[in-house]
């Protein structure tokens, strides 16, 4: 269905309302040629018609000034022209802004590039989960160890994983608690000294965990050793210090990983800009062009609209000229009847609205 047709059922009742207007009019019409035929007027050498017409002629025009008033027109060419001012001002600033907004996009895109980190780089969120979910599992398996120091089972679950913690804090900074050493070898004593440590605790931490399972009445037959408890133990551990030295970004990856993320943040905040803006000049475009495609459904409406009310005047004034002789007692033809074309101008208000 066209704008046309849209416009036009919304407004059935102008149309209705001109209809029963001309149909008024073609009845005065007739009976106002009757009336002056009877007086035989005009005279036959009368060359003015206008005078015998100038109500007719009235009641036509007032037809197509109430279509103009019910459809509004002037204020309709003042919205459209007003409006395609104003869009015209808000698409330039979002054309400038759009623009500024690519030149920053370039801008980001070079920063995203020349900051972009090798890869094979591990995220360090990932390589703290690795070095802490094999100590915390290997704490838990301790926990009752702690149990026989009297703790109760929640307070040992805490203490597990308070030691998971430490263990994972000393893996990260076994590295910079080597490096305080001021020599090759005196680096490789504090490693082992670590080391010795770790596993003194380990092993002691078996032995505890030995010694409960032994109290357990099921467990009179279990023989265990603390050893490979604390071997395995001691291999997580150097397992997690192994992940930090050799896959743990070092400061100058983890600052540019920073930089990249940031960039790529940037960067993609840029591209969510730029089609915000791009949708927003749509959008303002189709707003403009519904309103242009509406008043003009109008304008053309009201024109077809005056058209039916003017030729119903032409029409009209044929009709009077031919009436008005039938009922004329001279049985004459007026000299002013020799002139075919209508003797008034219509003052329309529907135009066409041209766009620059």
Known sequence: MSTLEKSMQQRPELTAFVQEQLKQFDQYNLIDAENHGGRDKPSLSEQNIKPYLI????????????VATELQAAILVSEVVENEKITQRKLQTLQNKLVAVKEKAVEFEKTLKDTQFEDGWFHPYLIWLCICI????????NRPAFETYG????????ISVLLAAALAVLAHCFSRIVALGKSVWQ????????????????????????SYLSSEPDAANVHLSAVPIAAMSVLLFGVAVGLKHFFFPTTEQRKAIHEYQASKQQYDDNRAEQQCIEQEIETLKQKQEELRQVNSALYVYGGRLEDMIISHAYAGFATWQKVNMMHRTDNGRPLCFDHDEYPFAFQRNFKPIHHS
Do not use: V, W
């Not at 605790?201 to 030995?210: V, W």
């Open 187 to 210: 680096k490789r004593a504090i490693g082992a000294a670590i080391f010795l440590l770790i596993t003194a605790l380990f092993y002691y931490l078996a032995d505890t965990r030995i």
């Open 55 to 66: 109500g007719n002629h009235h009641k036509a025009q007032a037809i197509i000034g109430h």
């Open 134 to 141: 094999p100590l915390l599992g290997d704490s838990m398996l």
């Open 151 to 158: 703790y109760s089972y929640i307070e040992s679950l805490g």
